[in-house]
């Protein structure tokens, strides 16, 4: 049996190994093959270049080992050992193991007839049958409260109620209807209204997060296929679920690389909301949760390319994120400019701030020659809200501030012959009247109008 009793965690590694030991372990973590488990025991084989044999151990306090490498035999705990320590617990949270069998042996629902049964279980009667089967065996009972220790991260009573509320309260089976959705989001909403003072606090952050991941998870899944969403209830609070499980994580005190793996996972999976953003997380994931996290995108995108597929909108902004977060403005501009039509507006936007103007107006100039500039508006300076196109404000107040009036005179008048509306005109005027020529353009405007 696995039995890890508070003992093999990531914070006994990380204080064996170190930051730097550590990290190098996490890398590690692909070239780990478990050779045996036992009770606070494994061993393994890492083979990277050349191949080591690991053997782990914890018990009372101590997190120890052995391993063949020239680093175990100059410093003592290596990254190899740390590797195996997190493969260990990797497959604790993933397999319940029986005790009295090996890792390897452990039991699992593999039969066809049984997965079919469990399927057709309602939640209820797949719980009484759960307890029913560990009331007739102590090691079945011990195993299974191992399990839900590891899966709540060792959160107390409190904490175990609240994830069994979530679970409960996003436990449908049927399609839902228009008014049966209204009336589900109110009962999620009623408790997310339960759980938002608890974030006042760290303790009750931390409490309060494992739910919050559990409902923006479970509404996401069932909002693609078994809810008639066409209110939007139940959409906006899924949004809530997760904007709220960001301000957990920043009040709480999570585990940063779990978190970072955690946030990765959940974005990756995502059709494409509800939104998330990188920096909401990030002074609760620090440096060593953004690494975990950067590893999971780099991977996914690695996969993506050797499959020969898009990476898609989700995966498409976690590299964009990242991109920003290390100050890459050549990453970023080339991720940007991917597809078709590339977003003229952000691209130019991340050129600017790093102070590259020229650049910056050689990518309008390609804009205004694809005719990727909006059309005018009551407000043609306001933010943009189209990554793809730019705005005509914008583009007029960086032609100007480059010293090409001729270039931003042809702009506005171009609008305006595209679509003579009272937008477009007054947008013309307000360019001439900044060049000191306001009554010629409008003269000339009305002549042309009256010519077509």
């Known amino acids: 049996?696995?039995?890890?009793?508070?003992?093999?965690?990531?914070?006994?590694?990380?204080?064996?190994?170190?930051?730097?030991?550590?990290?190098?372990?996490?890398?590690?973590?692909?070239?780990?093959?478990?050779?045996?488990?036992?009770?606070?025991?494994?061993?393994?084989?890492?083979?990277?270049?050349?191949s080591h044999d690991v053997r782990l151990t914890w018990r009372g306090d101590d997190v120890d080992g052995t391993c063949t490498c020239p680093y175990f035999s100059d410093?003592?705990?290596?990254?190899?050992?740390?590797?195996?320590?997190?493969?260990?617990?990797?497959?604790?949270?993933?397999?319940?193991?029986?005790?009295?069998?090996?890792?390897?042996?452990?039991?699992?629902?593999?039969?066809a007839a049984v997965e079919t049964y469990l399927e057709g279980l309602y939640d209820e009667e797949l719980r009484d049958l759960v307890l029913t089967l560990a009331s007739a065996s102590p090691d079945a009972l011990r195993a299974l409260e191992n399990a839900a220790s590891l899966a709540l991260d060792g959160d107390d009573a409190d904490d175990i109620e609240l994830m069994a509320t979530?679970?409960?309260?996003?436990?449908?089976?049927?399609?839902?209807?228009?008014?049966?959705?209204?009336?589900y989001a109110g009962e999620i909403n009623d408790f997310l209204d339960e759980l938002e003072p608890l974030l006042d606090g760290p303790e009750g952050a931390d409490s309060a997060a494992p739910a919050l991941l559990h409902i923006a998870t479970r509404l996401r899944a069932q909002l693609?296929?078994?809810?008639?969403?066409?209110?939007?209830?139940?959409?906006?609070?899924c949004q809530r679920a997760i904007d709220l499980y960001a301000r957990a994580c920043r009040?709480?005190?999570?585990?940063?690389?779990?978190?970072?793996?955690?946030l990765a996972k959940f974005r990756l999976a995502s059709p494409g909301w509800p939104d998330v953003a990188l920096n909401d997380f990030l002074p609760a994931l620090g440096g060593k949760g953004v690494a975990a996290y950067r590893r999971a995108v780099d991977a996914a995108a690695e996969q993506a390319e050797a499959q020969g597929d898009h990476p898609g909108f989700e995966l498409g902004s976690m590299?964009?994120?990242?991109?920003?977060?290390?100050?890459?403005?050549?990453?970023a501009v080339e991720l940007l400019s991917r597809e078709e039509h590339p977003q003229y507006a952000a691209i130019i936007e991340r050129l600017v701030a790093a102070g590259r103007r020229d650049e910056a107006l050689t990518r309008l100039d390609r804009a205004v020659a694809e005719s990727r500039i909006d059309a005018p508006g009551p407000d043609p300076w306001r933010d943009a809200?189209?990554?793809?196109?730019?705005?005509?404000?914008?583009?007029?107040?960086?032609?100007?501030?480059?010293?090409?009036?001729?270039?931003?005179?042809d702009l506005a008048r171009d609008l305006f012959h595209s679509d003579p509306g009272p937008a477009a005109l007054d947008f013309l005027l307000a360019?001439?009247?900044?060049l000191g020529r306001r009554e010629e353009e409008l003269d000339s405007a009305l002549a042309w109008v009256d010519g077509r």
């Open 1 to 50: 049996a696995i039995i890890l009793d508070g003992v093999l965690s990531e914070t006994a590694l990380l204080d064996a190994a170190g930051d730097v030991v550590y990290e190098r372990g996490e890398d590690c973590i692909d070239d780990v093959s478990i050779t045996g488990t036992s009770t606070g025991g494994t061993t393994a084989t890492v083979t990277s270049t050349v």
């Open 75 to 111: 410093h003592g705990f290596c990254e190899h050992m740390v590797a195996v320590g997190l493969t260990a617990l990797s497959h604790a949270r993933d397999t319940i193991i029986v005790p009295g069998r090996s890792a390897a042996t452990a039991l699992t629902p593999e039969s």
């Open 166 to 183: 979530a679970r409960s309260l996003t436990s449908i089976h049927d399609v839902l209807g228009y008014y049966e959705a209204d009336a």
């Open 224 to 237: 693609e296929t078994r809810i008639d969403d066409s209110g939007g209830n139940v959409t906006r609070a």
């Open 251 to 262: 009040e709480g005190r999570p585990n940063g690389v779990r978190l970072g793996r955690r």
């Open 319 to 331: 590299l964009l994120e990242l991109a920003d977060l290390d100050g890459d403005v050549d990453r």
């Open 385 to 409: 809200d189209n990554p793809y196109w730019v705005r005509p404000g914008r583009a007029l107040d960086l032609y100007l501030e480059a010293g090409r009036s001729g270039d931003a005179l």
């Open 431 to 434: 360019t001439a009247e900044r």
